[in-house]
């Protein structure tokens, strides 16, 4: 059993918030967060899942670190290159906040594995960099019923949706994209620039731990940062009855 005093000091400003106060930190002490890649918006958010105490992290990656990530990708160093993503992302995270829980998953999840994993977690948290990955990720969360927040940049761009956990009455990623927007993948071609991802991954975080507390969050919401003009703006998504994932 960890002293609960470096707990205490460490959650001392999440005690004093009257959203969040001694029963939502018990929640998110108590809850469990999967995060399917640990990039640039990956990074960002389990950076602040793991500061805040979420009780478990699991952190899905198959792949290594390159030395063309270390301008976002803040959990790693020069001396990361070459090493699996996950489990240095882990090995940083446990230096953080030694009272958590973290998972380190080296290899690309089949649908079985994927599912098993979304099991685990009361919520998810989607910083992959393609969208055969995001629809393998939607279809475990519908079937789950498990909160999806997914994110995504490049260039001067973010966005982050988010979705569930109750798909029989709000939309799911699928009701966003039927098909993989081109527009949305690739950073090796289009270039990034390196805070934006890490600015979509801590609204990402911040999603979560409101729903780990529970505090209200919207379902069925997309939201589009312009790094241009500072601007974020909020867009409902439409459930679409013929979706082939979430419709009736
Ligand atoms: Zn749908």
């Known amino acids: 059993m960890p002293d609960e005093k470096p707990n205490l ?7 004093a918030l009257a959203q969040l106060g001694a029963t939502g930190q018990e929640r998110i002490s108590a809850g ?7 990039g640039g918006i990956g990074c960002a958010a389990a950076s602040y899942l793991a500061a805040s105490g979420v009780g478990h992290v ?23 290159v070459g090493k699996q993503k996950a489990r240095q992302a882990a090995t940083r995270l446990a230096q953080m906040n030694p009272d958590i829980e973290i998972t380190a998953i080296e290899k690309r999840l089949d649908n079985a594995a994927l599912a098993d994993a979304v099991k685990q977690a009361d ?19 519908v079937a789950a019923s498990t909160r999806l927040i ?51 991954g801590t609204i990402m975080a911040i999603e979560a731990l409101k729903h780990l507390a529970g505090i209200e969050s919207r379902r ?3 939201r589009l940062f312009d790094a241009i003009s500072g601007e974020l703006r909020s867009v409902a998504v439409a459930k679409r009855d013929d979706c082939p994932v979430c419709g009736l």
């Open 9 to 15: 000091s460490r959650h001392a400003r999440h005690l």
């Open 32 to 38: 469990t967060a999967l995060l399917i890649g640990v």
């Open 58 to 80: 699991l952190l899905s990656d198959f792949d290594t670190v390159d030395a063309t990530n270390l301008g976002r990708q803040t959990l790693y160093g020069p001396d990361d």
């Open 123 to 141: 919520v998810v948290l989607d910083g992959s960099d393609n969208f055969a990955t995001r629809f393998q990720v939607n279809d475990a969360c």
């Open 150 to 200: 997914s994110g995504a940049a490049i260039r001067l761009e973010g966005q982050l949706a988010e979705f569930g956990p109750d798909y029989t009455t709000s939309p799911c990623y699928r009701c966003l994209y039927q098909e993989a927007d081109e527009s949305l993948e690739n950073c090796a071609g289009n270039g990034v620039l390196g805070p934006v991802p890490g600015a979509i």
């Open 220 to 222: 069925g919401v997309l």
